[in-house]
Each structure stands twice: as structure tokens, then as C-alpha cells.
């Protein structure tokens, strides 16, 4: 049975590359597998879902429970930049260029990326799921 669902995944900025002059960070936003969260990803899915994350906004924080019946269309107070060049890298995951407009925003990438554990990228999305199979796990496997 597949269902409908919202989803955050989170990957560490760790990898970021960083260009300081355009406040640009080369980031994952999401690998294929299992993910923190539990949720099954395959690199196939991924890599036909990658085109859906160009030029999408990226915030700071997830919304909250009451966000999403509130302001489902989020703050621009919590805006933070924009996800460009969108590919899919060599191990299947989705990458893309983070362009940070906030300077206090750029200053928590740079230290992020020198600093691992202390921050990360995550998605927050809508997929649908089914329970299944994969890499001798059960699970919601995402479609």
C-alpha cells in the first residue's frame, strides 16, 4: 500500500565546498539509501527526482507542527538563499549549489564545513512511500 507523506532527511555540510566570494557552498542534499530518519531511498528515484530541486528556496530550520497549518508557505524571514546547478554525483546523490544571501547564514556554513557534526543540510518534502525491501532492511521505501 503506498501513501502520501511529509518527510525531512538531513545530511551533514561536512562535504561542503565553498566559494566565499559568491556565498556559494557545494552541497548533498540527499544520498541514496537509508536514511537517520529510516526511510529507503534508491539511487534510480533520486535521479529522476533531481530536476524537482532546482532553484528551490532553501530556510533555515523545518517548520514547526503548527507551521504547516499556519504559514505552510513559510517566512521570509527564515529565507536563506536558493539551490542551483542541481546534479547527480558519482555515488547517486543529489548535489547542488547552495547561494546563501545572509551573511550571518554564510558565516554558519563556513564554520559548519570545518566544523563536522555542527550543522546540516536537510530536505523537507512530500512522497510517497510504501513499506518494502531494500539492502536487507524493511521500511518506507520512497517512490
Do not use: C, Q
Not at 101 to 120: N, T
Amino acid at each position: 500500500m503506498t501513501k502520501t507523506r511529509y518527510f525531512a532527511e538531513m545530511i551533514e555540510l561536512h562535504e561542503a565546498a565553498l566559494d566565499d566570494a559568491a556565498r556559494k557552498a557545494r552541497v548533498t542534499l540527499i544520498a541514496p539509501g537509508w536514511s537517520k530518519n529510516g526511510r529507503y531511498y534508491a539511487a534510480p528515484t533520486l535521479k529522476a527526482a533531481a530536476g524537482l530541486f532546482e532553484g528551490v528556496r532553501a530556510y533555515r530550520d523545518h517548520p514547526g507542527k503548527a507551521d504547516a497549518s499556519n504559514r505552510p508557505e513559510r517566512s521570509v524571514v527564515d529565507l536563506v538563499g536558493v539551490y542551483e546547478n542541481v546534479t547527480v554525483g558519482n555515488t547517486g546523490a543529489i548535489e547542488a549549489d547552495l547561494i546563501v544571501e545572509d551573511e550571518a547564514i554564510w558565516s554558519k556554513v563556513k564554520f559548519a564545513a570545518a566544523h563536522p557534526g555542527y550543522l546540516g543540510m536537510s530536505i523537507n518534502a512530500l512522497g510517497v512511500t510504501a513499506s518494502g525491501e531494500a539492502e536487507g532492511r524493511k521500511g518506507l521505501i520512497v517512490e
